[in-house]
Structure formats: structure tokens, C-alpha cells
T-cell receptor, first 112, second 115 residues
């Protein structure tokens, strides 16, 4: 079963708008990461947020983490057509090995 | 370029056959992960190896097996293939196996089509 679930499953916005994706997970985590996947390609790491952090920025990306609600959000500001991709959250559970589990992904379409 | 190399990139084979997918991790990375991604599905974790030893197991079928060799490359063996095994198989690597929140570097995947 998937540890993380992204919401929405699909999102379509106009270029220049902001895109927000959410991720919920089930068990306590050490870290949460967001990845991007262009169609049929490998996943590319975007940003990592640790369990003791609440917010992190990287360029046009802003990630928040609420461990009490077991949720995270990824905000892409001023979206571009090139941001069209699927976005996945990935968590590694507390304790033990780094068994990283991915969510089901949000498919983002940015319309020029 | 992530530094993770997977071969072959595309593979078409018949049901009942066996295939081997190969992965070379990034230079210096000791951990290798295998994931399966079916059409419009999320990534299903299959198995992880660290420095030659199996470290974590996910939803890997008994018909599938993997190993990591002394030179750290890994192979995923898929046997008695079924139509439902058609998917994109990813290999990924990290430097260690600890819980330090390593970035996971993905290869470009091997497309397997079973006909």
C-alpha cells in the first residue's frame, strides 16, 4: 500500500498561476521529499524537508510540513508550461532502514 | 543526468519469458532500490540492497528476484512474465542506507512490454 497520497490527482492551471499539491501520509517520518517526473522519464529530486522543519523554500517552490496532521504541501509559484509533470511526495519512515515510499502523484498541466 | 544507468531502455518480450534488467548506481553509492511503475500508477517499491545485502523488501512478487554484485551494480530478474508485468522499472541509488534523508537518484527506467 502507498504511504503517501497526493491530492489532487490532477491539476490544470494557466501559466503564471500558482499550483498547490498536497500529500498525506500514515506513519511517523524522518523526512519528506518531493520529486518531479516528466512523462515516461525518471524522477528528479526537488526538495527535502526534515520532520523538525515546518517550511522550506527553493526558488519558486515552497514546501510545508505539518507532522501533527501528517501532511505536506508543495506550492509552485508563477507556474510555467515547463512545470507540466507529475509530482510525487516520498517519505522515509522513522526507525530502521531508509525504505522510501512514494505517493500516487499529482499530474500537473500548465497551459500556456 | 542522475548518474544512475539502466539497461535496456526498452524491452518487448512474450508471456512466460524471463528478463534481466541491469542497473549501475551513481559512483560511490552503496544503496540500490528497485521500483515498478505501471501506467498511471504511483511507484511501487520492490526491493533495496545495500553493499550487496538485501535491506528492505516491498511488494516484490516471488517470480521476481534481485541481487547486488560486489561492484555494486544490481540486476532485477523477472520470470514467468505476465501481461500485468508490463511497466516502467526504475532503479535508484543513494550513498548510504541510513535515515539521514538522502536524495534518491533515479535512472531513466527500463520499459518492459509483455505481449
Amino acid at each position: 500500500s502507498q504511504q503517501g497520497e497526493e491530492d489532487p490527482q490532477a491539476l490544470s492551471i494557466q501559466e503564471g498561476e500558482n499550483a498547490t499539491m498536497n500529500c498525506s501520509y500514515k506513519t511517523s517520518i524522518n523526512n519528506l521529499q518531493w520529486y518531479r517526473q516528466n512523462s515516461g522519464r525518471g524522477l528528479v529530486h526537488l526538495i527535502l524537508i526534515r520532520s523538525n522543519e515546518r517550511e522550506k523554500h527553493s526558488g519558486r517552490l515552497r514546501v510545508t510540513l505539518d507532522t501533527s496532521k501528517k501532511s505536506s504541501s508543495l506550492l509552485i509559484t508563477a507556474s510555467r508550461a515547463a512545470d507540466t509533470a507529475s509530482y510525487f511526495c516520498a517519505t522515509d519512515a522513522s526507525g530502521g532502514y531508509q525504505k522510501v515510499t512514494f505517493g500516487t502523484g499529482t499530474k500537473l498541466q500548465v497551459i500556456p | 543526468d542522475s548518474g544512475v544507468t539502466q539497461t535496456p531502455k526498452h524491452l518487448i518480450t512474450a508471456t512466460g519469458q524471463r528478463v534481466t534488467l541491469r542497473c549501475s548506481p551513481r559512483s560511490g553509492d552503496l544503496s540500490v532500490y528497485w521500483y515498478q511503475q505501471s501506467l498511471d500508477q504511483g511507484l511501487q517499491f520492490l526491493i533495496q540492497y545495500y553493499n550487496g545485502e538485501e535491506r528492505a523488501k516491498g511488494n516484490i512478487l516471488e517470480r521476481f528476484s534481485a541481487q547486488q554484485f560486489p561492484d555494486l551494480h544490481s540486476e532485477l530478474n523477472l520470470s514467468s512474465l505476465e501481461l500485468g508485468d508490463s511497466a516502467l522499472y526504475f532503479c535508484a541509488s543513494t550513498p548510504t542506507t541510513g535515515v539521514g534523508g538522502n536524495t534518491i537518484y533515479f535512472g531513466e527506467g527500463s520499459w518492459l512490454t509483455v505481449v
